[in-house]
């Protein structure tokens, strides 16, 4: 089969990449010429675990190629891809999909043969029939069928979700649709990864829906480690306690300082937007999103509160480590370590950063705080350290030697990767999240 996949980024490059290790032929397009000048030199434009391995085995085996011209990226294509960006609208919270439509009508004026065009971004219900419309009234004579086929990819895991995935979801108006994606995803269908063909405005729903349920379930037990500092419960237990239970499921139960990243924040505020626009309230999901937007900053003030309190704060030092929205990327969108580092410098407290991957996406984000060569060198003299990204890297710290660099042994775990009793034992002053 041959793929064209319009769109190189986080999405489209690793469904490239996966597609073309299936053995389709893959071009890749993306309009900007630097990125694809990076690609052609095996530079990658996202930090992505085996993602620059995979692309460089396929290159070499001839099955991955990179353009910036649409018009050459689909002729022949079996399979066109939509793997743009939909930010969120300034002002309203509903998706942009200036991008998707643009790349509709170009594909519609350069479409050399029958094609089925398949939206892979994450767009809110009925976009898929705009797209068919835009397409049928380009004046192309080639049969094209449009499908919806969301990714469920998690970042820094995503070439295992691609390949490994719970589910497919394929949402087709025609014959025509779900026989070229049968054929698309043929290579998992052997390996039994169940496909789900549905309509395709379900499929599109499906996405949004699980994103919310998943956002839900995270913000729920956020709100339980909460009452279990209150009540003296830990909600590490909690969360063993009820997700044995088949209904619940073990997953996504971790409590933390509330979700962020590119899609759980963007997705539920489409979501809530889809609702109103279709007169049709979803509740929980509005105080979801209200709960985990104020979460973010509380996470500022337990900081504040280790260090005594407000007054106290002032002129003090913390050392926080991990600023991505989670271990494994460069990611910085709505990275709950913006707000904590925002809330403390608002106090009068000096921040010294440290993290992996994302210091240079973090710099500019974050202009009052400090960057640091390494963990230790953040905690050297520092007043307090605030755990908010569980990277691998700070599950094992010298704690002795944290110790001794710290002027105060205080150390707020936000991620809960560390035991209560040892750092307790080992004289620190230690402060997580739902645990007494
Ligand atoms: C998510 C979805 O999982 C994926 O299916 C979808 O296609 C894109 O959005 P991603 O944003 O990469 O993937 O990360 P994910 O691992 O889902 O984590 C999202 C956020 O929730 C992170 O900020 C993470 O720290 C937080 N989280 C996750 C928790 O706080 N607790 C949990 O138990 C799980």
């Known amino acids: 089969m041959k793929i064209a996949m319009v769109g190189s980024g986080y999405v489209g490059l690793v469904s490239g990449a996966c597609f073309a290790d299936f053995g389709h032929d893959v071009c890749c397009i993306d309009k900007d010429q630097s990125k694809i000048d990076r690609l052609h030199d095996g530079v990658m434009p996202i930090y992505e675990p085996g993602l620059a391995e995979l692309v460089d085995s396929n290159v070499k085996a001839g099955r991955l190629t990179f353009t910036t011209s649409l018009k050459e990226g689909i002729a022949d294509a079996d399979a066109i891809f939509i793997a743009v960006g939909t930010p969120s609208r300034r002002g309203d919270g509903h998706a942009d999909l200036s991008f998707v439509y643009a790349v509709a009508e170009e594909v519609g004026q350069n479409l ?125 237990d909690v969360s063993r306690g009820i997700g044995m239970d088949n209904r619940i499921g073990p997953k996504f139960l971790h409590a933390g300082p509330g979700y962020g990243g590119s899609c759980f924040p963007k997705d539920t505020l489409a979501l809530l937007k889809t609702a109103e626009d279709y007169d049709s309230p979803t509740r929980i999901i509005e105080a979801v999103v209200k709960v985990n937007e104020g979460r973010k900053r509380a996470m500022g003030r337990k900081v504040l509160e280790a260090l005594g309190g407000h007054d106290e704060a002032r002129g003090k030092k913390v050392a926080l480590l991990g600023l991505t929205f989670k271990p494994d990327t460069d990611d910085m969108r709505d990275s709950p370590a913006i707000a904590v580092a925002q809330t403390l410098t608002d106090c009068g407290v000096e921040v010294v950063a440290y993290d992996p991957e994302g210091m240079e996406i973090a710099k ?59 750092m307790r034992a080992m004289g620190f002053t230690y402060d997580s999240v739902g645990r007494p």
């Not at 995935?165 to 779900?178: K, L, T």
């Not at 054929?183 to 996405?207: D, G, H, Q, W």
């Open 112 to 236: 050399a043969n029958d094609a089925v065009v398949v939206t892979k971004s994450t767009v809110p219900v009925g976009t898929g029939d705009e797209v068919q419309r835009i397409l049928s009234e380009s004046g192309t004579s080639h049969k094209v069928s449009v499908v919806s086929n969301p990714e469920f990819l998690r970042e820094g895991a995503a070439i295992g979700d691609f390949k490994r995935p719970d589910r497919i979801v394929i949402g087709a108006e025609d014959e025509f649709g779900r026989d070229v994606m049968r054929e698309v995803y043929r290579p998992l269908f052997l390996n039994e990864s169940p496909i789900l063909f549905v309509n395709r405005r379900t499929s599109e729903l499906i996405k949004y829906a699980a994103n919310a349920f998943l956002a839900t379930k995270i913000t729920f037990i956020n709100e339980i480690a909460d009452l279990c500092e209150k009540v003296g419960a830990n909600v590490q």
């Open 364 to 422: 500019p984000m974050m202009p009052e705080v400090t960057m640091a060569a390494d963990p230790y060198e953040a905690i050297e003299n520092a007043d307090a350290v605030a755990i908010v990204t569980e990277w691998d890297a700070f599950r094992a710290l010298d704690l002795n030697r944290v110790k001794t660099l710290l002027k105060t042994p205080v150390l707020v775990d936000l991620r809960n990767i560390y035991r209560a009793d040892d």
